[in-house]
């Protein structure tokens, strides 16, 4: 998944996926659990609880709010790394555990793209070094996703390639990272942002553009932000 520009609605829908898979079946839930790997420290918990509460109070009563609330957190363990070294251990760490988590459904991983200035400084000009570390990451990725079934959702900062004024140009499209990354990725989606509605009324409305490298197919879908989270139009 691509963020496109800032602002794009990309945690939104980090919150929105978190949530599906943390709540209970009685309320819409899948009741599974999720890995979350922060590596831009950008996971607020409080936006976290509040779209939680929201989703577990619009639904069908599921116990004390706080004993469900409690019950949807347990699903979910967060983890945080501060270099791509600190990553490929995290993933190694994760795999010599995976069959101890016979629930986990989902890896979110925010974001893959976070240490590539500092590795590509040093890497120096060896191209191979530069890629090392994350073309590690993203065969054991692989690994994993072979021998255990779940998904892995992981975000990936648009980086400027030309110097192209405008913000749609396909060259800030283009994948930059590592082949290994390129092969393990099958659904890419690219997010933006624009207002929408007239007079004193208009709303900022986000649209993810998915494309599959798979099927070759690709599909449009718009939401807006809420207070009880994604809402899709």
Same mark, same amino acid.
């Given at each position: 998944?691509?963020? %496109? $520009? !800032? ?46 509460? =929201? ?56 974001? &893959?793209?976070?240490?590539? @200035? !500092? ?5 120096? #000009?060896?191209? #191979? ?22 998904? &892995?959702? #992981?975000?990936? %900062? #648009? &980086? ?7 913000? =749609? =140009? ?10 290994? @990354? ?11 942002? $624009? ?8 709303? $900022?409305?986000?649209?993810? %553009? ?13 939401? @807006? ?9």
């Amino acid at each position: 998944m691509h963020e %496109h $520009q !800032p602002r794009s609605g990309k945690t939104e829908l980090l919150y929105h996926l978190l949530s599906r898979c943390v709540l209970p079946e009685a309320a819409g839930g899948l009741e599974v659990d999720v890995v979350f790997v922060d590596t831009d420290y950008s996971l607020d918990m409080l936006r976290l609880v509040s779209v939680l509460d =929201s989703r577990l109070n619009a639904g069908v009563s599921t116990g004390s709010d706080e004993a469900a609330l409690r019950s949807c957190l347990s699903r979910l363990l967060v983890v945080h790394c501060s270099s791509s070294s600190q990553l490929l251990l995290t993933l190694h760490f994760l795999e010599s555990t995976m069959s101890s988590r016979p629930r986990l459904a989902l890896l979110l991983l925010d974001s &893959i793209s976070a240490f590539y @200035w !500092p590795d590509r400084c040093e890497g120096g #000009a060896s191209m #191979a070094r530069r890629e090392e570390k994350l073309a590690k990451c993203a065969e054991l990725l692989g690994r994993m996703l072979r021998d255990y079934r779940f998904t &892995i959702f #992981a975000t990936c %900062h #648009a &980086i400027r390639r030309s110097s192209s004024a405008e913000p =749609s =140009s396909s060259s800030t499209d283009r994948p930059y990272l590592c082949r290994p @990354w390129q092969r393990l990725v099958t659904h890419r989606l690219l997010c933006s942002r $624009q207002e929408a509605g007239t007079g004193g009324e208009r709303r $900022q409305v986000f649209t993810a %553009h998915c494309t599959s490298s798979r099927t070759r197919t690709s599909g449009t879908s718009s939401f @807006w932000v809420t207070d009880g989270g994604v809402e899709f139009l």
